[in-house]
């Protein structure tokens, strides 16, 4: 007969062993039981209160992405048609009196794929009046509250302490060398506006949560799951779809502006293995690769913009003047912005969201290609680009 010290080491041997075999033969397993997940429960490595009260960086072995949506946030509307709930969120659109088509195009996928079962308000933003007929079209498509608001000026014009001759001849001398929107002074003022100014003006002040549409844009799935609030749930701060390289030619001297910023605050900046910088540099911050999220489709948290860090960081970007010496667009501001000031794992890839604005487009893969009805043909997509930057977003939790 076994002693009662034979049956306890034999006990622990089968144990250990089939330890072992599940490591290796399950994924999962091996991944739950790893050191870095344990360490993790334990309140090891970075177990620091985040800035939102959470207990440090999460550890990920794959890019949050893959995980599935958790089932909670696919909603089912009740005997009236309404959401069981909702997060204090907004649809925005900047738009001109003459991008009247193209809202019409936009809002109507947008309502017919989303917003007519989930029921958020939207707010309109533009520099001059809106006009009658662009007031009563838009209100024909939706039964969904919508806001009209204007630009103050001076959050939309070029300041007056620009020097314009200066800025006058980097316009030429984009113009000379083909930089798309280098001549326009337009196009300069939005991306400073929606760089430093949309989230501040009064129409959002009510809200934490945003959603970022351009006119003339495609959407190609059904979205079955509310991304607000999986955004305010999950303690997202920044989604997007697409992300590609700025043009160098656009943004000389921002990244000079960027580490002179860092170097004077680094109160505000996190650690480089809690944000985003791994996305953004290859070598921890000496030289950027020129990656951004492409913003014209964002959903965000408008306390990231509003905050101390990003406001600081803006209003010494704006001192420079880049935005008009040079072409410094609103989507490598952000991704900065959002990579500085955000931990890595509140950055979302939303994969399940397609996605068009010309030309580039992001056609979800499958299970999400099924599962969301998507009309785009799965082999169209950006992602399988090889100037896409999507590897370097995966790059960061692997």
């Not at 498509?141 to 806001?147: P, Q, R, S």
């Not at 996605?355 to 099924?370: M, T, V």
């Amino acid at each position: 007969m076994m002693t009662k010290t034979r049956y306890i080491v034999l006990t622990l041997a089968i144990l250990i062993s089939l330890h072992y075999i599940l490591s290796f033969s399950h994924e999962g397993y091996g991944r739950a039981t790893s050191l870095d997940s344990l360490r993790k429960s334990w309140g090891g490595f970075g177990s620091s209160p985040g800035p939102d009260g959470e207990r440090g960086p999460k550890v990920y072995h794959e890019p949050p992405y893959k995980t599935p949506v958790p089932e909670k946030y696919y909603l089912t509307p009740d005997v009236n048609g309404t959401m069981p709930r909702h997060a204090n969120a907004t649809i925005v659109m900047l738009a001109r009196n003459g991008d009247l088509n193209g809202v019409v195009r936009s809002l109507t996928q947008l309502e017919a794929k989303f917003n007519t079962r989930f029921g958020y308000p939207y707010v309109f933003l533009n520099e001059e009046p809106f006009s009658d007929d662009f007031k009563h079209n838009v209100l024909a498509l939706t039964n969904n509250k919508v806001e009209f608001g204007l630009i103050p000026k001076e959050h939309w014009y070029q300041p007056a302490w620009i020097d314009e001759e200066k800025a006058r001849a980097s316009r030429k001398k984009m113009e000379e060398e083909h930089v798309i929107y280098g001549g326009s002074v337009p196009y300069r003022n939005m991306c400073r506006f929606n760089s430093g100014f949309f989230f501040r003006h009064e129409l959002l002040d009510k809200y934490r949560y945003y959603w970022r549409v351009e006119p003339d844009v495609r959407f190609f799935c059904t979205l079955s799951y509310d991304p607000f609030l999986f955004m305010q749930d999950e303690g997202k701060k920044y989604g997007f779809t697409i992300s590609l390289p700025e043009y160098d030619a656009t943004i000389p001297t921002l990244w000079t502006a960027v580490r002179e910023f860092v170097a004077a605050n680094p109160q505000h900046v996190l650690p480089l293995d809690e944000g985003g910088m791994g996305f953004l540099s290859e070598d921890g911050g000496e030289t950027y690769n020129g990656c951004h999220f492409w913003s014209n489709f964002e959903i965000g948290d408008l306390d990231l913009w509003r905050g101390e860090a990003y406001r600081a960081f803006f209003e010494h970007l704006d001192s420079k003047g880049g935005f008009y010496y040079e072409r410094w667009g609103d989507a490598p501001v952000h991704s900065i912005g959002a990579a500085l000031f955000a931990r890595k794992d509140q950055i979302h890839f939303f994969d399940d969201i397609g996605y068009r604005h010309e030309p580039f487009q992001h056609c979800p893969q499958e299970p999400a290609h099924s599962r969301e009805q998507c009309d785009c043909k799965i082999d169209d997509n950006f992602d399988r680009e090889g100037w896409s930057c999507l590897n370097r977003y995966d790059r960061m939790f692997t």
